[in-house]
């Protein structure tokens, strides 16, 4: 079952193209959520602000693109702090992003199927998940009743809600308390892969879906307790009208709060003068002079090729060269012209046989969401279908680069092998698509510049999961960064926050007291 809830007031209008000229006290570098937060709570502290994007649009990775009556959504899935009461919750409402629209809590995460028929419902609530894992796996309970009792602990995390670097020696401590109850679950999970976690299990099937909830097998076990806190606490849903329209009513509040665009800017290289940013310069030969950079783009072009490499220490070093980045997605979106009562919104099918994405990479598992019209993505008596399948980066971004005829081949082969395993479980489906799309990492890196196309940053791995990446760089003043570069495992509440505090901190250089306002 899933719970709707209606928002209070609604956002409306749409964003306008390029501004005109003004001199700016900030430039941001990039209009993704990170950059449009970061703009918006710097302008409700009333210093004025210029955004330098290189797409023509804002949103960055958290887009969607309109195929017929299809809005292919290339993001959102579920918001942490989507409903109260939640720190994040605060910040979506001070940056307007989903005031007015539906959110869609679904009481199950997704539903597993295996081709020997076994099944498998996940609910999100932890007592009914407890149940159902070990009405499956009865001979693993100890180490279910243990992942359980960790997650519900993990239930009442924050964020802080101010940066550490701004908090007087007393607060840090008062704050470092609440942490205490966590500490030894940090402890017993951290520093273990979820693939080592997972081999304890004997059952397969629900090692399989464990597995899932994650996604990823180098991750620090820590993850697992901690997605299931969040997708447990009733603040976590999908947002109707989905990444366009979020993106949108962030975009539009940044505007009213009169920050100013500027579309199809791709910044070269950060001015330093002194070991001060003082502007930026784009592609296009523009110079745009600024009293302070900060770059809410790609982390590696930012510090390497923006900067030229020249503010790097060995914590810098061991990020972007021993760390590991999310995988690159393909993303097959498919608008069908057919519904599907009483289908799981999120389906994850194991295989009978692997199937393969590219020249190395290949698949036992896949997860198939659908999205009726009540997402707002599709007409009625439609539905929407999407895919998403890691991918090796350099395979895709090569082979468009060195033979677009093969890539678009390529492209067509891998959507081919996806529809006729879904046509199995869909029976019809093959036949009802209107429309299609399929987006690789090329697509991705083309349109947001991430390194390795990666869609969440850096992989949370017992490497660097907790670690604290600074947002400043050594030796640079005038200059910060925001967005899932600075914060590991990344996402759209992390990038959002991020750029909240890189506020606060713009705010306490110039002695402002830091104050925010409902969107
Ligand atoms: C398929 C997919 C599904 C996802 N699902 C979820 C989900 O369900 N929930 C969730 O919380 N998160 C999800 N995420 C992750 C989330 O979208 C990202 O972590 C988040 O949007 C990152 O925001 P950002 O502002 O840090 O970076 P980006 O979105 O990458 O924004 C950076 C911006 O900078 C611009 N830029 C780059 N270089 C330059 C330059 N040189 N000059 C000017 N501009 C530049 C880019 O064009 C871009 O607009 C998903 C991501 C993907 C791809």
């Known amino acids: ?81 989507a409903l109260p009461p ?11 992003a989903i005031a007015g ?92 892969t979820l693939g080592k976690y997972l081999k304890s299990y004997q059952n397969d099937f629900v090692r399989k879906t464990l597995r899932v909830i994650t996604g990823s097998e180098e991750m620090s076990a820590l993850v697992l307790p901690m997605v299931l806190a969040f997708r447990a606490r009733a603040d976590t849903g999908f947002v109707a009208g989905g990444s366009w329209d979020f993106a949108m009513a962030i975009a539009e509040r940044y505007q009213r709060l009169g920050g100013v665009f500027r579309y199809n ?15 930026v310069e784009c592609e296009d030969g523009t110079f745009t002079p600024a009293s302070t ?91 929407l279908l999407t895919v998403r399948l890691p991918a090796r980066h350099e395979f895709w971004i090569d082979l468009r680069a060195r033979d677009p005829r093969r890539y678009r081949a390529e492209k067509k082969n891998v959507l081919r092998r996806i529809i006729a395993i879904l046509d199995k479980r869909f029976p019809g489906l093959a036949k009802s698509i209107e429309r299609f799309d399929v987006a690789t990492p090329a697509t991705f890196g083309r349109y947001t510049h991430n390194w390795r196309a990666s869609y969440e940053g850096w992989l949370p791995t017992p490497q660097i999961l907790g670690r604290r990446i600074s947002y400043t760089l050594p030796g640079l003043k005038d200059f910060y960064m925001a967005g899932h570069w600075v914060i590991p495992g990344g996402g759209l509440p992390s990038a959002a926050l991020s750029g909240r505090e890189v506020a606060q901190m713009v705010c306490a250089q110039r002695g402002k007291t830091f104050s925010s306002s409902l969107g």
């Open 86 to 96: 939640s720190v994040f919750h605060e910040m979506w409402c001070e940056l307007g």
């Open 265 to 279: 800017r791709k910044v070269k290289r950060i001015q330093v003068e002194n070991n001060r940013a003082c502007g």
């Open 293 to 383: 950079v900060i770059s809410c783009a790609d982390g590696h072009a930012t510090i390497f090729e923006m900067l030229g490499g020249r503010f790097v220490d060995k914590k810098i070093r061991f990020l972007y060269e021993k760390c590991q980045t999310f995988h690159a997605l393909i993303q097959i979106s498919l608008g069908i012209k057919k519904e599907f009562p009483g289908t799981p919104h999120t389906l994850n099918l194991i295989l009978p046989e692997p199937v393969l994405v590219d020249d190395q990479t290949s698949h036992d598992c896949f997860e198939v969401e659908l999205f009726d019209t009540h997402s707002g993505l599709c007409a009625p008596g439609t539905t």
């Open 101 to 192: 629209r539906k959110v869609f809590v679904h009481e199950d995460i997704f539903r597993i199927e295996a081709p020997d028929g076994r099944s498998l419902t996940v609910p999100a609530n932890l007592d009914k998940l407890a149940q159902e894992l070990k009405r499956v796996a009865p001979e693993d309970s100890r180490l279910i009743d243990r992942l359980i009792r960790d997650a519900r602990r993990c239930m009442s995390l924050e964020p802080l809600k101010k940066p550490i670097e701004l908090m007087p020696h007393r607060h840090r401590i008062r704050e470092g308390l609440k942490y205490l109850p966590i500490i030894p679950i940090v402890l017993r999970w951290k520093n273990l």
């Open 1 to 81: 079952m899933t719970q709707v809830v209606e928002q209070s007031s609604s956002v409306s209008g749409t964003v306008r193209p390029n501004a005109p000229a003004s001199l700016p006290g900030v430039v941001i570098i990039g209009a993704g959520i990170a950059g449009l937060s970061c703009g918006c709570y710097l302008q409700m502290n009333g210093i004025q602000t210029e955004i330098l994007e290189s797409h023509e649009l804002p949103g960055g990775l958290c887009t969607s693109w309109k195929r017929g009556h299809y809005m292919f959504d290339g993001c959102l899935r579920w918001l942490t702090g």
